[in-house]
């Protein structure tokens, strides 16, 4: 059983930072995706097994990094220069198969964590 525990959200003022964390019981390609209230969920990034290779959501490129930490299996989100609109529940999820041109949909990913709550205010 996989197990991903996320933990870093919070209440962060327009134009501030966040980070975010996942911790995985295993190696595997890790994504975080958003859910904003009362929409569906989007893909925001994901990460290769190895780390070498990453790609992002158009609406965060520039602003958004994803990194991670082999030797502890976990995977960072560092959010800069956030927005309103960025508010939303964000979760992590972990792939044995990175899938091709389908690493940006939801149904690629088995695993999931919970969920940590992003807030930006004005």
């Known amino acids: 059983q996989v197990q991903l525990v996320e933990s870093g959200g919070g209440l962060v003022q327009a134009g501030g930072s966040l980070r975010l964390s996942c911790a995985a019981s295993g190696r595997y390609h890790m994504g975080w995706f958003r859910q904003p209230p009362g929409k569906e969920r989007e893909f925001v990034a994901v990460?290769?097994?190895?780390?070498?290779?990453?790609y992002y959501a158009d609406s965060v490129k520039g602003r958004f990094s994803i990194s991670r930490d082999s030797a502890k299996n976990t995977v960072y989100l560092e959010m800069n220069s956030l927005k309103l609109e960025v508010t939303a529940d964000y979760f992590c999820a972990a792939s044995a198969d990175l899938g091709g041109a389908y690493y940006d949909r939801v149904g690629q990913y088995p695993y999931w964590g919970q969920g940590t709550q992003v807030t930006v205010s004005s």
């Open positions: 990460i290769s097994r190895l780390g070498g290779t990453a």
